[in-house]
Structures are given as structure tokens and as C-alpha cells.
T-cell receptor, first 114, second 112 residues
Framework: DGGITQSPKYLFRKEGQNVTLSCEQN?????MYWYRQDPGQGLRLIYY???????QKGDIAEGYSVSREKKESFPLTVTSAQKNPTAFYLC?????????????FGDGTRLSIL | QKEVEQDPGPLSVPEGAIVSLNCTYS??????FMWYRQYSRKGPELLMY????GNKEDGRFTAQVDKSSKYISLFIRDSQPSDSATYLC????????????FGKGTTLSVSS
């Protein structure tokens, strides 16, 4: 089955620690996105990538980093600089960055502070 | 004024009711409108996708766009307990590559 796989489902971070969230898609989509979802806040864009080896900051990129070394993979690192990392993180993809297709989402990773 | 406004609810209805979910927006450049359904602890799944004004129907779901009023709606007929979820509206402009803007979501509970 084609889709977007996020792992782990739950993740705990200690103070001062960097953690990496995995996002893998087998849809052959060019564009990939990371969102953060907080209660009552809706989805906010962290980073997005339109093509391999290229990515852009979204609205709330501070304290996060990404890489896009392979088309199917777009990992997100939550660094120790992100002081309020507790949230539900969602990865999405779209067939073409310039096309009008909608985005499709994975099932998320819930990150909490220990 | 926020770009997209969505009543957070919660909205509680009995099984079989007709549900109306709504979003208003301020940016007249928005042309593509989506509704996503999100179950607890899951990612959003695409329900409806429409372009510009008009109606689109898919089974028990109807999406309406009124660009003159900057208002979009999702109607659910014969609502079922399995429809209990958070519904997110999302929209974007006509220029390819522009970001998707989400509403905050409306939580719906359908009781049997």
C-alpha cells in the first residue's frame, strides 16, 4: 500500500537533547512538508521541501532542522533550541510542488518532554 | 483578522442529523478548498477538494464554496457515530506552490 509512514508514534525528549522524527513516503511524491499541531492552534508549517537536497523554512522553523537526501525521506530534528517542543508532528506529501493536488498526511508523531 | 476562521465547537448531534461545518476566510486569492477529517491520534485524511465556487457531492458529504461571501461549508447527511472526529478546512491560492492555510478545526461528536 502506498502511503506516508511516520515513526515513532510517541517520542520523549529530555532537556537539552536533540531528537529526530522519521517520515518516509512510497508515493513517489516530489514535495514533502512538516507541520506542528497544538490543541486549539491548527496546523502550522515548520519546513517544506520541493525537491531532493532543497528545503525552505515555514512559519515556525526556529529550533528545528531538516534534510532531504532521498526523495522518499524527509526527517525532522527537534533541537534543544526548541523550548516548547511538546506537540503532535505531522508529515505530508504532494505529488508535485507546483501542481494543484492536495496534500496527504501521515499518522503523526507525538513528542513530549520528560 | 486571521486568514481562516473556523468555529472550534465542540459540536454534538444525534445520529442521523444533518451537520453543517463552516469556515470563513479573508484572502480573496484563495481558489482551492479542502476538507480534512482527523480522528484522535491520527493524521488528517482528505475528504473533499474543490476549486473555486460551487458545490461538490460525495456520498453523504457535500462541500460548498461561496467566494463572494468568502465562506465554505461541509454538510454531512445522515450523520453516523463514525463521523465523530475533528474537521479541518484548508485553502490555498491559485499560484502553484503557495502554502496551504488551515483552520483550527471543529470537533464533532455524533451520539447513537
Amino acid at each position: 500500500d502506498g502511503g506516508i509512514t511516520q515513526s515513532p508514534k510517541y517520542l520523549f525528549r529530555k532537556e537539552g537533547q536533540n531528537v529526530t522524527l522519521s517520515c518516509e513516503q512510497n508515493l513517489n511524491h516530489d514535495a514533502m512538508y512538516w507541520y506542528r499541531q497544538d490543541p486549539g492552534q491548527g496546523l502550522r508549517l515548520i519546513y517544506y521541501s520541493q525537491i531532493v537536497n532543497d528545503f525552505q523554512k515555514g512559519d515556525i522553523a526556529e529550533g528545528y532542522s531538516v534534510s532531504r537526501e532521498k526523495k522518499e525521506s524527509f526527517p525532522l530534528t527537534v533541537t534543544s533550541a526548541q523550548k516548547n517542543p511538546t506537540a503532535f508532528y505531522l508529515c505530508a506529501s504532494k505529488a508535485s510542488p507546483t501542481g494543484y493536488q492536495p496534500q496527504h498526511f501521515g499518522d503523526g508523531t507525538r513528542l513530549s518532554i520528560l | 483578522q486571521k486568514e481562516v476562521e473556523q468555529d472550534p465547537g465542540p459540536l454534538s448531534v444525534p445520529e442521523g442529523a444533518i451537520v453543517s461545518l463552516n469556515c470563513t476566510y479573508s484572502n480573496s486569492a484563495f481558489q482551492y478548498f479542502m476538507w480534512y477529517r482527523q480522528y484522535s491520534r491520527k493524521g488528517p485524511e482528505l475528504l473533499m477538494y474543490t476549486y473555486s465556487s460551487g458545490n461538490k457531492e460525495d456520498g453523504r458529504f457535500t462541500a460548498q464554496v461561496d467566494k463572494s461571501s468568502k465562506y465554505i461549508s461541509l454538510f454531512i447527511r445522515d450523520s453516523q457515530p463514525s463521523d465523530s472526529a475533528t474537521y479541518l478546512c484548508a485553502m490555498r491560492g491559485n499560484q502553484a506552490g503557495t502554502a496551504l492555510i488551515f483552520g483550527k478545526g471543529t470537533t464533532l461528536s455524533v451520539s447513537s
